[in-house]
């Protein structure tokens, strides 16, 4: 390797590392962003009905300690909810609880199926069975456990969507008097 490719080398991995920083504050502010929004409807709730403290939602910023927080922030944002609307005498369906649980399901399952094929992929590496030059072409490829991450991953997000918009939705009549 010249002096000019060496050169070329080292600017397309800074580039490479520019962009996974970038991605990872983009992600760190997307995932503030749903602990806003889930928290604005927890907040709405009188504290007698809460099930949860809504700086509680926070946590879910915590990498890996999330995938079991959000099946507590999936079952008691909507029980706090639902709970305050019934204290004020409405009658009211479950506020999200199963879409909650249905979207904790999807994400952790998700983040489990992408930590393993991440731990597949590293220990075929240290047994010396994938290359390192053959790694990224392996890794673009992908496999069945990746795969099975990635549309557990999509299916999350759009449960997330209609689970932020319907904890959204029922706490709004907890605003009016």
């Known amino acids: 390797m010249n002096d000019q490719e060496a050169a070329v080398a ?32 927890q907040s709405r709730v009188p504290h007698a009905n809460r099930r949860m403290s809504p700086a509680g ?3 879910l910023m915590i990498p890996l300690f999330s995938i079991v927080w959000v099946f507590l922030v999936g079952i008691r944002v909507p029980d706090s909810i639902r709970a305050a609307r019934q204290a004020r005498g409405e009658d009211v369906d479950d506020c999200g609880r ?11 399952s998700a983040a489990v199926f992408s ?6 992929i590293l220990l075929a590496l240290a047994m010396g069975e994938l290359d390192p030059s053959e ?8 496999n069945a456990i990746g795969c ?12 997330l969507i209609i689970f932020i918009v ?8 907890l605003t009016q008097a």
């Open 115 to 120: 930590l393993l094929n991440i731990v597949l």
């Open 57 to 59: 939602v926070w946590l």
């Open 98 to 108: 199963r879409i909650g649980v249905a979207w904790a399901i999807c994400g952790a």
């Open 10 to 41: 080292a600017t397309v991995g800074s580039a490479i590392v520019a962009f996974a920083c970038v991605c990872c504050i983009a992600m760190f502010g997307l995932q503030a962003l749903v602990c806003w929004l889930i928290q604005g409807a």
């Open 148 to 159: 099975v991450s990635n549309i557990l991953g999509l299916a999350s997000l759009v449960l």
């Open 166 to 173: 319907k904890v959204r939705g029922s706490s709004k009549p």
């Open 135 to 142: 790694f990224q072409s392996k890794a673009m490829a992908g």
